[in-house]
């Protein structure tokens, strides 16, 4: 919505505390839910998809095969977001280094579907964004925040995902599309959940203190 300049608003939800309105409105009581006049639309690619369709620029491809090739790595993102958080989310040393170990299959296929994509980037289908970057976005914020913590150096063996990941992390469409007090509210998610990783922020703010 920020990339296609739409006039909206945002309603943050407590997700540890969900209100009735809104598991009114979420069939899976997940984010995000797009109410439209009096329409309400849930999951992201839906509304990704819908957004594309009636609101321009449009941000898929125009070409009927590349706009399919495009919708299958964003059907992908599950896999991915699983990989990643296998590491980012471990709460033992060894469920870590499994995350570590699996992870790389499913990054080696993004880094092969960047690699065959047809143009040197910065993003997915070159420099402009477009629906793919929109739903790898997140995942590859989160994950980078965590990295700062673990430093497991996984995205070093892939070059074009981390030059990928760098670029949407540089796009203020993409790093300004959480709320203000993201950075904090991440933190306490994995302290509450006692991550790895959490211990390492706490530790990293204790020393600070």
């Not at 673990?150 to 599309?177: C, H, M, R, Y």
Request: proline share 6%; no cysteine.
């Amino acid at each position: 919505m920020r990339a296609k300049n739409v006039d909206f608003e945002v309603t943050y939800v407590n997700l540890q505390d969900k209100p009735d309105w809104f598991l009114e409105i979420s069939p899976h009581g997940k984010v995000p839910v797009l109410k439209v006049d009096d329409e309400i639309l849930f999951e992201s690619n839906a509304i990704a998809e819908f957004l594309d369709e009636t609101v321009p620029p449009r941000l898929h491809p125009e070409d009927p095969i590349a706009r399919a090739r495009n919708r299958a790595w964003t059907d992908y993102v599950p896999d991915f977001v699983k990989a990643l958080n296998a590491i980012g989310y471990a709460t033992t040393q060894e469920a870590l280094d499994e995350g570590i170990a699996n992870a790389p299959k499913a990054i080696a296929r993004v880094e092969g579907a960047l690699a065959s994509r047809g143009n040197d980037g910065p993003y997915f289908n070159g420099d402009r964004l477009s629906l793919v970057d929109a739903a790898y976005g997140p995942m590859l914020q989160r994950f980078l925040l965590v990295e700062e913590h673990l430093q497991t150096g996984i995205l070093n063996d892939f070059p074009l995902v981390k030059a990928w990941a760098g670029a949407l992390l540089s796009n203020e469409l993409v790093t300004g599309a959480v709320a203000d007090n993201f950075a904090e509210e991440f933190v306490k998610n994995h302290l509450r959940r006692k991550t790895v990783a959490g211990s390492k922020m706490e530790a990293r703010g204790m020393a600070a203190e």
